[in-house]
């Protein structure tokens, strides 16, 4: 068994990946990178794989930033300034800083690589943990860590099963009967399956667990030879297979407490939109409810959240929907929606399917369905979205399954 004090987990440095463009999730991509899109409500996407560091007792994070990263910054500011330097623990964000050949970071292996040096050997780091910072999920990653040392692995790579059939859209790991990696294949047309599971193939997550004496040699060996060191799963996994070295499958278990293990990677807006709605379903996939696995984020200090009813047909109700503190739906109606922070729905307002995010108002008699507006939108009385999909098109984003999506701080004309 590990404990916290651990010279395991002491010894463990957590790279934490956040540099993603998030290309497909424009507009909530104009102003912040992935990571920082705000998601149930209240959080970062990001949250999540602290959350998990945190609670798996890893507190020695380095967060690699670079795209559009003021809004990641002053959220790990904000909610992550928790770890006591004095105790050996810290977060720390690392941007680009063009240290070898005058480049940004090219890809994953090439960011760890331009960050060789917090791993070095004078800081101590015997294992390497590197993460995604835009997936939603929960895992223990200690148990990972543990796996990794029992098999005297150079290399571990946390995998779930899909089935066979939806193997084409991911990145696939071959593996033997043993989980030794034989392979890692993008995007296969006929996807190698799991040797006990022969309907099943295995994804590639992209949490991986390195020795960090052997990730420096791999990559300063490929460096020598001139070889690209872009992409861990392009370059650097399939270099290691190739020179025998061990890189095992682990196949992922969840904190999640369901039936069927939970891994989002919400890259498109109707992902997005599908994930943030199934937080509102009877029965959720993903448990928020579980105070054992608690996920972390900045707290507003703001009052409860409130309805408030006036005579006749103005009456706040909010039916089916995630309400945050400080919102307040005052004679409006919103069923089957989100709304974060600070949001105001005036008077006989409707919202239905719909994520309203931070300090969003909502004018009398406006009436939205199947949208999701960002931060700081000032919506004016009657103004309809979602009704008119032709018609939105025109001023906002729609996708082709009739989500309208509205900017952050976009100002909308009568």
Known sequence: MIFPGSSILRETVTMLLAGGQGERLYPLTAFRGKPAVPFGGKYRIIDFALSNCLNSGFRKIYVLVQYKSDSLNQHLLEAWSIFNPELNEYIYSIPPQRKMNNDWYLGTANAIYQNINLFSNERKARWVLILSGDHIYKMDYLKLLQYHIDMKADLTISCIEVPKDEGPRFGIVGVD??????????????????????????????????????????????????????????????????????????????????????????????????????????????????????????QYQSPPAKTVSHEGERVGRTLNSLICDGSIVSGGLVERSLLGPGVRVNSFAYVTDSIIMNNTNVGRHARIRCAIIDKNVIIPERYEIGFDLEGDKKKFTVTESGIVVIAKNAVLKD
């Open 177 to 298: 009967d043993k989980y030794n990696v034989q392979s890692f294949i993008e995007k296969p047309s006929d996807p190698p399956v799991i040797p006990d599971s022969p309907n099943f193939s295995f994804v590639n997550m992209g949490i991986y667990v390195f020795n960090a004496n052997v990730l420096r040699e791999v990559i300063l060996e490929m460096e020598q030879q001139k070889l690209k060191t872009h992409d861990f799963g392009q370059d650097i996994i399939p270099y290691m297979v190739k020179s025998k070295l061990s890189v095992i499958a682990y196949k992922f278990f969840d904190e999640n407490r369901k039936m069927k293990p939970y891994w989002k990677d919400i890259g498109t807006i109707d992902s997005y939109f599908e994930a943030s709605m199934d937080l509102i379903s009877i029965t959720p996939e993903f448990n928020f409810y579980d105070f054992s696995w608690p996920m972390r984020t900045y």
